[in-house]
């Protein structure tokens, strides 16, 4: 049986932005720092009256327009000129922009609640708060991905053919007695110009209690 090699690490975690796409009037504030989040989950939301109010405008000229089509065609059950089929043409295109607006506008009122796009904690709410007028690059919210969470550890560089990515290797967390199983994920290249030593990223799946910058060690037989 071969040598076990020993190499120590911090857990890391990827941290994701998260920002709502246009600016607004912030209604309701739903999650806060240290509350966890599934994908979907609502994080905040800003008043929906004028995004409402611009669907609302939109549906009405829809209707308006599609009725104008209807009586057109009634009109022209059969086009026979050339005139009456480009007028047809262009009937069926105001037509189908007002159906495309009427879309954008339910875009933008979807985009009114702001969702987080991960499972794991939110770690900044970016202090906002209901009254408060945002824009898109103003108080975003911080999510800890829990997808993300890995073991980084600095190996030499003649050590490097021991991790192959894809295979398991055993891992120990500082704060629990139990080993847990990780898996290699692939080599992250660096710049010529870099001497720091290589890094290996072991994945952290089904762990529970993860927290970044926890030590931890990776074995290797």
């Keep these: 049986m071969g040598e076990t090699k020993k190499f120590s690490g911090v857990v890391t ?5 998260v920002r709502f796409a246009y600016s607004g009037k912030v209604a309701k504030v739903y999650k806060h720092p240290g509350d966890s989040v599934k994908i979907g989950d609502w994080l905040a939301s800003l008043s929906k009256k004028e995004p409402q109010a611009q ?45 495309k607006s009427v879309e954008l506008a339910k875009f933008r009122l979807d985009d009114a609640d702001l969702k987080s796009p991960v499972a794991g904690t939110v770690i900044v709410d970016g202090g906002i708060r209901p009254g408060l007028n945002i824009t898109p ?50 080599l992250i290249p660096y710049p010529a110009a870099k001497k720091s030593p290589p890094q290996i990223h072991v994945r952290l799946s089904g762990i529970p209690g993860l927290l970044p910058g926890l030590p931890g060690e990776i074995s290797h037989t």
């Design 13 to 17: 975690a990827d941290q994701i932005e």
């Design 137 to 186: 690059g103003s108080y975003p919210f911080t999510i800890l991905d829990n997808n993300t969470f890995r073991l980084v550890a600095d190996v030499d560089w003649d050590d490097l053919p021991l991790f192959t990515p894809g295979n398991s290797v055993t891992v120990k967390l500082s704060d629990r007695k139990e080993e847990a199983s990780g898996i290699i994920l692939p």
């Design 55 to 99: 669907l609302d405008q939109e549906l009405a000229d829809y209707e308006r327009i599609r009725a104008e089509f209807e009586i057109f065609v009634a009109s022209h059950a059969n086009p026979g000129s050339d005139r009456e089929k480009y007028e047809k043409v262009q009937a069926q295109a105001v037509l189908n922009a007002a159906v």
